[in-house]
């Protein structure tokens, strides 16, 4: 998939939105230059941040811990001053489903990708349980079908 390989620096239009290292916003994937071009932009955004966020995790393969950079941490504003906040994780959809062993797919692809899925599955576990810990606060898994409205 082309997407993955996808790499840059993105300049902000809105750097005063943005917290962090101003100079420094890579993108792994032309999904995520999508995702922070929209941040960046849009009215409804009041600060955001990549990579930034740091959840600590275990992982299920070597049972040891590991830190987790969250894609995006969003916050948002309401007329009342009061904040919302997401944690958004930038994945391709079949990510986000348990792989299947199908007829002609080799053996280490399939263990490849269910580790993949595994590890990412614990980091999603701890991210959900990191946001249900703070106030107005809620972790999401932004794929392709969401970030360019594809239907399935």
Not at 22 to 45: A, C, F, G, H
Not at 110 to 133: G, S
Request: glycine letters at 4%.
């Amino acid at each position: 998939n082309m997407a993955k390989f996808h790499k840059g620096k993105n300049v902000l239009k809105n750097p005063d939105k943005y917290l962090g290292n101003k100079d420094n916003i890579v993108y792994r994937s032309s999904w995520e230059k999508t995702v922070m071009i929209n941040l960046d932009t849009n009215p409804n955004v009041w600060k955001w941040t990549s990579e930034e966020t740091v959840i600590p995790y275990i992982s299920p393969i070597d049972n040891r811990p590991h830190k987790y950079f969250m894609d995006f941490t969003v916050f948002y504003r309401d007329k009342d001053g009061k904040v919302f906040t997401t944690m958004i994780e930038v994945k391709p959809f079949a990510q986000t489903q348990e792989p299947v062993l199908t007829k002609g797919k080799r053996k280490s692809t399939y263990a490849k990708e269910l580790q993949t899925y595994m590890v990412n599955q614990a980091k999603w576990k701890h991210a959900r349980a990191l946001a249900a810990t703070k106030e107005n606060c809620q972790f999401v898994i932004l794929t392709e079908n969401e970030i360019f409205g594809k239907r399935k």
